[in-house]
């Protein structure tokens, strides 16, 4: 079983920064898809940001440019640095690891930005 553990939430104020962390269980060498979900209430969950193994990157149009994807294999840890923040952002950000055929999530960490 993989488990993923998310790390850094938390209240800043609009224009802040924050980084999330993603720790995973198991080495993320061959992860194929690691991605960070962000989800409010009564909306559905929307991809933020993705990496696949290559190191490839995308990202939602409205972080374009704020927000930064990385993965660190030799920590088996993925990051989600964002800057700028505005109170559009405030949401549970939930990150994502894709390992052959299964899907793993981790348990949601809370970001809020107050205007």
């Known amino acids: 079983q993989v488990q993923l553990v998310e790390s850094g939430g938390g209240l800043v104020q609009a224009g802040g920064s924050l980084r999330l962390s993603c720790a995973v269980s198991?080495?993320?060498?061959?992860?194929?898809?690691m991605g960070w979900y962000r989800q409010t209430p009564g909306k559905q969950r929307e991809l933020v940001a993705g990496?696949?193994?290559?190191?490839?990157?995308n990202y939602a149009d409205s972080v374009k440019g704020r927000f930064t994807i990385s993965r660190d294999s030799a920590k088996n840890t993925m990051y989600l640095q964002m800057d700028r923040l505005k109170p559009e952002d405030t949401a549970a950000y939930y990150c994502?690891?894709?390992?052959?055929?299964?899907?793993?999530w981790g348990q949601g960490t809370q970001v809020t930005v107050s205007s």
């Open positions: 990496i696949g193994t290559s190191g490839v990157t």
């Open positions: 198991t080495s993320i060498f061959s992860i194929f898809f």
């Open positions: 994502k690891a894709v390992l052959r055929t299964m899907a793993y």
